[in-house]
C-alpha cells in the first residue's frame, strides 16, 4: 500500500447543470458589486458532509469501507437563500441555502460521524451546517454593496435536485484552483 497522503472529504455534489447555470449568474451578480472575490467554479459545487484532512492511503481503504455500511433513500433538496459566514457584517464566505433535504443531510452526517470518530478522525468541530460555497470574499473592498446584494437576495431560488449518492472525494490544489476526483462512492438504495 502506497505511503501517499491523500487530502480528502466526503461530499454530495450538486449534479444538475440548470441550477448551476443559475448559480454562475449570481456569481457574475456578485462580481458586479466590485468585491474582491474568489469564485468556486460551477462545476465543482458540492455540500461538504465531512472534510478528512491529509489522510494516508491506508485510512482512505477503511472510510471508503464505513462508508459503504451507510444507507439511504434517494432525496431532493430545495436550494434557496444566499448568505454569508460569519455574518454580513465581516462576510469571508458567500453561500446558497437548503429549505427541503436539510434534515436528510444531516442524518447522513450523523449516520457517518461516529463511523468516522471510531477510525480515529476526531469529531468535527463544527459540526454540520448544509450549504454550498459559492465564493470566498478576498478583501474588505467594497463589502457593502456586496452586503446589500445578499441582503436582498435572500429569498432567491435556485431549484430542486436530487441527491443519489455520496461521494468519497480527493481534493489537489492547484494555482488555478481545486481539482477534485471521486475515489468513492455509495449510491441510494
Known sequence: MS???IRSFIAVDLDDDVIREKIARTQRDLEQTGAQLKIVDPRIIHFTLRFLGEVPQTTIEIVKEAMSSVMF???DVVLCG???F???RRINVIWIGVTQGEDRLDEIFQKMEPRLRKIGF???AKGFNPHLTIARVKSALNREPLAGY???SEKTEFGKFSVTSI???KSTLTPSGPIYTTIHEITAS
Open 167 to 169: 461521494r468519497l472525494k
Open 3 to 5: 505511503s501517499e497522503r
Open 86 to 88: 460569519p455574518n454580513l
Open 82 to 84: 444566499i448568505g454569508a
Open 122 to 124: 476526531a469529531q468535527d
Open 73 to 75: 433513500e434517494r432525496f
Open 150 to 152: 445578499l441582503s436582498k
